[in-house]
């Protein structure tokens, strides 16, 4: 029988606060202030990340991003340029700033010289389906998995006692490159699917847990025998151009699976004795 301790760590006050603050996808740390926008909350979260350089595809195509219309001398008048350019949409970005439109070349056009170049695609907002980062992209990097550890540390357990199970939530992070634009993208668990492999429904929670004696996921096994305890952890992408600007969620989540050792459930018997135990 799984269980959560609940916590109450939030006062009236505070609360009335956070009721201030808009909506905006799940961020599981605060940023310290008293009022935090999305990207405080997102940059309080990453604080401690490395992004780690991830080497780019080899691609045959080079990539160029503006509005103008005179490209190495080549005057482009059938891409919707008017007086040169390409008009910005008369529309904000709702989910942060427009990347100017795609170019792309051949780097060898077949003769050794490369290709004219060609819109690919104007004005994109993340989220956009021409965005140059999409939810495969996330998905693709490599997450490492968050530990799965148990108490007791021993291999085994007895039924009717509580086994704690607690993870680490610390975020991830790279910088990529992606049709020749540069992102650093991040990432930090917002679920946790503990499975403890005896047939029971496994417990989803977006508490990490804590060792004992402060523990808050823990199970109780009741009948004896072998156990393979797995988690699953949801993690939320977020990314941002060349290092700076604002954070953007990524629309999706990435998952990862940790699968903890066999573990042994023993039943404690009481027997009772004639000899004196003093």
Known sequence: MASVKARRAASAGLMALASLVLATPAVADDCG?????????IDAR???????????????????????????????????CIDGVIPPPANECANGAWIQPRWSRLRNAGDGSPGPWILEVGYTCPGDPDFPLQLEDFQRLLIDPPPLNLQPETGWVYA???????????????????LGLPFDVGAYPIEFTWDFGDGSSPLVTDDPGEPWPDHTVA????????????LVTRWQGVYRQGGAGEWSPVPGSGFTTTTAPPI???TARTRLVEDDLS
Do not use: Q
């Open 33 to 41: 202030l008293i009022i935090c926008s999305y990207d405080d909350k």
């Open 46 to 80: 990453l604080r401690d990340v490395v992004f780690t350089p991830v080497p780019a595809n080899p691609s045959p195509k080079e990539y160029l991003y503006t509005y103008s219309c005179y490209i190495d001398d080549e005057v482009r008048t059938a891409d919707g």
């Open 160 to 178: 009717g006692l509580e086994t704690i199970a607690y993870t680490d939530s610390s975020a991830r992070g790279w910088s990529i490159e992606l």
């Open 219 to 230: 199970h109780t096994y009741l009948t004896p025998g072998v156990a393979t305890p797995s």
């Open 264 to 266: 042994t459930v023993h």
